[in-house]
């Protein structure tokens, strides 16, 4: 039986939710890429501190298992109940943040979903719709309402809205190799839908390279922030600044191109779902046509030896990001355990950091060995030696 509260019992309850909304909006402010779900985790527990309030799941037990968390810190696809690691936050990642505290023994709960940078269009709708369903529960929460009545109030909502609940995750169960549908390549092909899924199929990997080169970006703006504004001397100096601001520019850029980039997406998959439902039938018999193999020609040759570079080039950039992520964390850690905690740095973070540099080095050494056999495979072909240069 659920006990009913009496006037001040509920105000307790509303004080405590009111410090777990101003905790969440706090922690919301500070998902960006770049950052660590454990980074978020902490400095959640720092603003609970602040607050004189403690973390509602900390420590939290379920028979053997012990929640190890301040908050839940979910991303993308995970539903709910994530843990704060070393994982770092991508452009485009949905963070999902879950805040619980206790106050006075009243426990104050409540959830949202940060976009990080943009998104793309079907999970910007996903957002909006829920969100919406959200609302109109809690306008249908009244007394003498069953539960079952609120869920299916949330359903209506989202089917009202174009949102099928599971239709998500049967299209990416789809997409990843599931059960073909009738509108399934196999089913429906043409020179010009091969065409369209090529051109798909490019700029995915485009978009997925600049959220990449984005992240990266926004993460040595981090360090440079930190360099600038704590030295005197480069806040005194106009270099420092017009340093910062031209890698804000890039970032910038890179966020307009990742924007750019998904319209593209977007209007290549709805071409592609129009030629299936619509197919040419004068083209179906080209359908059928001998692939020729690619001609190994000096076109051929500069395309696999620039997205090798490509690949050297970002491996020790990130190198470079990791080795003054992990200078800068060596200078706050303090091997005094109660001052580490304080500074949000421990010996474990740092053993960490030093774990990712020795597999970044050691997947440069490997695609400096990729990139010798690819010349040594060009020299045998008898190729042009200046093809190999950028």
Not at 180 to 203: F, G, H, M, Y
Request: net charge negative; with cysteine; charged share 35%.
């Amino acid at each position: 039986m659920i006990p009913i509260k009496n006037a001040r019992e509920i105000e307790k309850m509303r004080q405590a939710c009111r410090t777990a909304s101003d905790v969440l909006d706090r922690v919301r402010d500070l998902v960006r890429p770049g950052i660590t779900t454990k980074e978020v985790d902490e400095a959640a527990a720092d603003f609970m501190g602040e607050a004189r309030v403690k973390s509602a799941f900390l420590g939290y037990r379920l028979g053997h298992r012990v929640f190890p968390g301040n908050i839940c810190i979910s991303l993308n696809d995970e539903v709910v109940h994530g843990i704060g690691s070393q994982r770092r936050i991508q452009y485009g990642d949905i963070v999902k943040l879950d805040i619980g505290i206790i106050q006075d023994g009243w426990v104050g709960d409540n959830a949202t979903t940060v976009p990080a940078g943009i998104i793309d269009e079907r999970t910007d709708q996903l957002l909006r719709v829920t969100e919406n369903a959200l609302a109109h529960a809690i306008s249908v929460a009244r007394e003498g309402r069953r539960v079952g009545d609120i869920c299916a109030e949330i359903e209506d909502e989202a089917r009202r809205n174009g949102v099928v609940p599971g239709a998500i995750r049967a299209a990416e169960s789809t997409e990843d190799g599931g059960v073909a549908t009738s509108n399934d390549d196999t089913s429906v092909s043409s020179p010009e839908i091969a065409e369209v899924k090529e051109s798909l199929r490019q700029e995915r990997e485009h978009l997925e390279r600049t959220k990449n080169e984005a992240n990266l970006l926004q993460r040595k703006l981090d360090l440079d922030k930190r360099t600038v504004y704590s030295n005197p001397e480069y806040t005194l100096r106009q270099s420092g600044k017009a340093k910062l601001k031209a890698t804000q520019n890039q970032v910038a850029e890179k966020q307009d191109e990742i924007q750019q980039t998904q319209q593209r997406i977007a209007d290549l998959e709805e071409h592609l779902q129009d030629l299936k439902l619509n197919p040419n039938k004068d083209d179906a018999a080209e359908a059928f046509s001998v692939i020729k193999p690619e001609e190994k020609n000096e076109a051929y040759w500069r395309k696999r030896f620039a997205e090798i570079h490509y690949r050297l080039r970002m491996a020790q950039s990130e190198l470079d990001v990791l080795q003054r992520e992990l200078n800068v964390s060596l200078l706050i850690y303090d091997p005094n355990p109660q001052k580490a905690l304080r500074e949000n740095v421990t010996r474990n973070e740092i053993n960490a950091h030093r774990k990712a540099i020795s597999d970044k080095k050691k997947e440069l050494a490997e695609l400096r060995g990729q990139l010798s056999d690819l010349e040594d495979e060009l020299r045998h072909a008898g190729g042009d030696p200046g093809w190999s240069r950028e």
